[in-house]
């Protein structure tokens, strides 16, 4: 969706829209001067505004709270990667790796 139509389904204006790209809040696929907004970009931009709106959290918060959402996606991407990488190898592997995972939750 383009910029004009994210701003209007979600009730924002353009400054406030440009302060959060300027801010690293949303990160807009851009083509020359135009802005193209995916899903991702809606589903945080209503984090933000649930998080500035109804929480009352300040802008250092948002930037807190976005690194933290940014650091939990990539470490999904990661912890994915992992379990393809361990699907990967032998049973008698797995089964090592399973076991040492059983040691550690004991400790």
Known sequence: ?????FRLYLKIDV????????????????SGEK?????????R???ILDLMGDMG???AGVDVV?????QLHDMRGTMGKLMTAIGR?????QRRL?????????F
């Open 15 to 30: 400054v406030q829209l440009d302060f959060w790209v300027e801010r690293g809040w949303l990160i807009p696929e851009t």
């Open 89 to 93: 190898q032998e049973r008698d592997v």
């Open 1 to 5: 969706m383009d910029d004009h139509e």
């Open 57 to 59: 959290v300040n802008d």
């Open 66 to 70: 976005m690194d933290l959402v940014d």
């Open 35 to 43: 802005r193209q907004f995916r899903e991702a970009d809606v589903a």
């Open 98 to 106: 399973l076991e040492s995972l059983e040691d550690i939750d004991r």
């Open 45 to 47: 931009a209503r984090l």
